[in-house]
C-alpha cells in the first residue's frame, strides 16, 4: 500500500469552504498506523470527529476520536481490545512559513488551500492508550492463562512469622531503634 495515498484521505480542502462550521467523520483502522509504521497496535478500529470552524484570517479544528485498539496485555501478552479516546484543539493561522512547532498553533503559507490533519490524529491517539495495558480479566480475576499460572506460582510467598527465624543481627538493629524512641 502507498503510503502517501492513504495519508491523503485525511486533506480538508478548506479553501472552497463557506464561513462557519464544518464537519468530517473518519474510520480509523490498522492501516492508518501502518502508514506511519507503528506496530504497537495488532488492530484498531476508531471513529473520529472533526470540527472545523472555518473564519476569515483563521481556522479553528476540534478533533475526538473514539473506539478500540487491540493491544498485548503487559502482564500476559493476551490480546484484548482496549478502549481509547482522545480530543485535540488546533488553531491555524497563516503566515510567510510553515510552522508547526507550537502544539496547539499550526502556521500555514498564504496561499494553502488544504490541511493534512493524519499526523495530528495519529499523534493524539497513540497518546490515548495508556502506558501500562492489562487485560480487564486479570484485574477482575476471570482471564485464565498459562502466563498468568505461572507468575502465580513464581510469585515469592509471604514469610510465616511463627515458623521463619529472622536473623539475630537484625533483630539486634531493631532493638537499637526501639529504644531510641
Known amino acids: 500500500m ?6 491523503r484521505d485525511y486533506d480538508i480542502p478548506f479553501s472552497g469552504l463557506k464561513l462557519g462550521k464544518h464537519q468530517f467523520e473518519y474510520q480509523i483502522d490498522q492501516t492508518f498506523f501502518d502508514a506511519f509504521g507503528y506496530e504497537e497496535f495488532n488492530g484498531a478500529s476508531l471513529r473520529a470527529d472533526v470540527t472545523l470552524e472555518k473564519m476569515s484570517t483563521m481556522l ?3 478533533m475526538q476520536a473514539a473506539g478500540t485498539v487491540n493491544v498485548n496485555c503487559d502482564i500476559t501478552n493476551e ?7 482522545g480530543g485535540l484543539k488546533l488553531v491555524v493561522k497563516f503566515g510567510e512559513e510553515y510552522n508547526d512547532e507550537d502544539d ?3 502556521v500555514l503559507p498564504h496561499g494553502e488551500h488544504q490541511l493534512n490533519i493524519a499526523q495530528y490524529l495519529y499523534e493524539m491517539l497513540v497518546l490515548a492508550v495508556p ?3 492489562i487485560h480487564p480479566g486479570v484485574a477482575d480475576g476471570t482471564l485464565k492463562s498459562e502466563m498468568l499460572r505461572k507468575l502465580e506460582e513464581l510469585q515469592p510467598k509471604a514469610p510465616d512469622n511463627k515458623t521463619d527465624k529472622t536473623d539475630p543481627r537484625w533483630d539486634a538493629l531493631r532493638d537499637l531503634l526501639t529504644d531510641k524512641k
Open 2 to 7: 502507498d503510503r502517501k495515498m492513504k495519508i
Open 60 to 62: 479553528e479544528l476540534e
Open 79 to 85: 490480546p484484548f481490545d482496549l478502549p481509547v479516546e
Open 104 to 106: 496547539e498553533v499550526l
Open 131 to 133: 502506558s501500562k495495558r
